[in-house]
């Protein structure tokens, strides 16, 4: 079975300053992958997917994420934070033949002082 | 793209009652899921909700504690039975549009607190 590991809970950054939310899966084929984010009191919202092909993810907000399968690595990075990023952030990724589930990480709070 | 929406958005409920969630989409879709966020934790798919079926559970999760329904492509409901303050929690509805992966569309979540 696939899992998601987010080994930060608590990230904090000051605005203005670079990114890097990291995420680490487990999966025997190649995964399909996602980033979601949550903010105080909202759904979730896709920044961002890798199904295949080039490594390195454009999303919405100025993230960007690369894939590394060497690593089993998805990390989330963003080169200058807002304060407006604060907010929960979540690794997924989906299992092929799995009937489109999706299993998440436990997610990385962060934190944008001013 | 989906817009969902889930009634209600929150609730205070007594130990020992039952609450149904309902989950709309402004599509017909293939794929509707139902997970569960408990405080401070993470997202975990409760089950898939079939059109015409029954649900498909996950480990951990039984019809008996939380029948589904799916009567037609744009609506299912999550009915939490016989609930306990461990069912605290954020309940949220996914799409997914596609047949083949996709991404997945999330409700704003129903949050239940049970007294």
């Known amino acids: 079975a696939q899992s998601v590991t987010q080994p930060d809970i608590h990230i904090t950054v000051s605005e203005g300053a670079s990114l890097e939310l990291r995420c680490n899966y487990s999966y025997g084929a190649t995964p399909y992958l996602f980033w979601y984010v949550q903010s105080p009191g909202q759904g979730l919202q896709l920044l961002l997917k890798y199904f295949s092909g080039d490594t390195l993810v454009q999303g919405i907000k100025g993230f960007e994420a690369e894939f590394k399968r060497s690593q089993s690595s998805f990390n989330l990075r963003k080169p200058s934070v807002h304060w407006s990023d604060a907010a929960e952030y979540f690794c997924a990724v989906g299992a092929t033949g799995g009937g489109n589930k999706l299993t998440f990480g436990t997610g990385t709070q962060l934190k944008v002082e001013l | 793209s989906a817009v969902i929406s889930q009634k209600p958005s929150r609730d205070i409920c007594q130990r020992g009652t039952s609450l149904t969630i309902q989950c709309q989409v402004d599509?017909?879709?293939?794929?509707m899921f139902w997970y569960r966020q408990q405080p401070g934790q993470s997202l975990t798919l409760i089950a898939t909700a079939n059109q015409g079926s029954e649900a498909t559970y996950e480990s951990g999760f039984v019809i008996d504690k939380f029948p589904i329904s799916r009567p037609n492509l744009t609506f299912s409901t999550l009915t939490v039975s016989n609930m306990s303050p461990e069912d605290s929690s954020i309940y949220l509805c996914?799409?997914?549009?596609?047949?083949?992966?996709?991404?997945?569309?999330f409700g704003p979540g129903t949050r239940l607190t049970v007294l």
């Open positions: 996914s799409v997914d549009l596609a047949p083949t992966w996709d991404e997945q569309f």
């Open positions: 599509s017909q879709v293939t794929m």
